[in-house]
T-cell receptor, first 116, second 114 residues
Framework: GNSVTQMEGPVTLSEEAFLTINCTYT??????LFWYVQYPGEGLQLLLK?????DKGSNKGFEATYRKETTSFHLEKGSVQVSDSAVYFCALSDRAGGTSYGKLTFGQGTILTVHP | KAGVTQTPRYLIKTRGQQVTLSCSPI?????VSWYQQTPGQGLQFLFEYFSETQRNKGNFPGRFSGRQFSNSRSEMNVSTLELGDSALYLC?????????????FGPGTRLTVL
């Protein structure tokens, strides 16, 4: 079956530090890949996505590249801010048999805390 | 445009009771998915509805059920509640059923089972 593995957290950084959160996946079909962010007390917000190999998703300074050869979708940001403190989820949506369904498979989440 | 709304936001029930949670998708969205979020199991897919039909179902017991109405609003029901059903239940809507369609999440319903 499908699965997503994220690096163990929590991650604690100082403001303006470089961020990497690793994500690898296993999928049977042709997945689309996503990063979602969850702020305290809120639902999930889509941060970025990539729908095919070598695509790069980017938003708000965050980037992730769909690497089919390494089955990875690592999240990076060059300079984090205190406001980036949240829980980050890597997720995939798999297409099987040529049909797409709205089922997201999530990683376990990585808690990011950024200190001033 | 209004986002996904879920009601109620908080709910406290006792074991053995049943509960119904409601989700109103973004206007024009026809697909609604439900997820359960717990500290131990993380985010797990419950089911997806599209045009009033269940398109996909996760690995949950039959006590968990759902439905979608003609206006795309969706409800999920949990019968015979167990302590382990305590969780944040998230609803997400998208324009259509498909992996490239962004899913927009609601704030969730926090269910506590005592």
């Amino acid at each position: 079956g499908n699965s997503v593995t994220q690096m163990e957290g929590p991650v604690t950084l100082s403001e303006e530090a470089f961020l990497t959160i690793n994500c690898t996946y296993t999928a049977t079909g042709y997945p689309s890949l996503f990063w979602y962010v969850q702020y305290p007390g809120e639902g999930l917000q889509l941060l970025l996505k990539a729908t095919k190999a070598d695509d790069k998703g980017s938003n708000k300074g965050f980037e992730a590249t769909y690497r089919k050869e390494t089955t990875s979708f690592h999240l990076e940001k060059g300079s984090v801010q205190v406001s980036d403190s949240a829980v980050y989820f890597c997720a995939l949506s798999d297409r099987a048999g040529g049909t797409s369904y709205g089922k997201l498979t999530f990683g376990q989440g990585t808690i990011l805390t950024v200190h001033p | 445009k209004a986002g996904v709304t879920q009601t109620p936001r908080y709910l406290i029930k006792t074991r053995g009771q049943q509960v119904t949670l409601s989700c109103s998708p973004i206007s024009g969205h026809r697909s609604v998915s439900w997820y359960q979020q717990t500290p131990g199991q993380g985010l797990q897919f419950l089911f997806e509805y599209f045009s009033e039909t269940q398109r996909n179902k996760g690995n949950f017991p039959g006590r968990f059920s759902g439905r979608q109405f003609s206006n795309s609003r969706s409800e999920m029901n949990v019968s015979t509640l167990e302590l382990g059903d305590s969780a944040l239940y998230l609803c997400a809507s998208s324009l259509a059923s498909g992996s490239v369609n962004e899913q927009f999440f609601g704030p969730g319903t926090r269910l506590t089972v005592l």
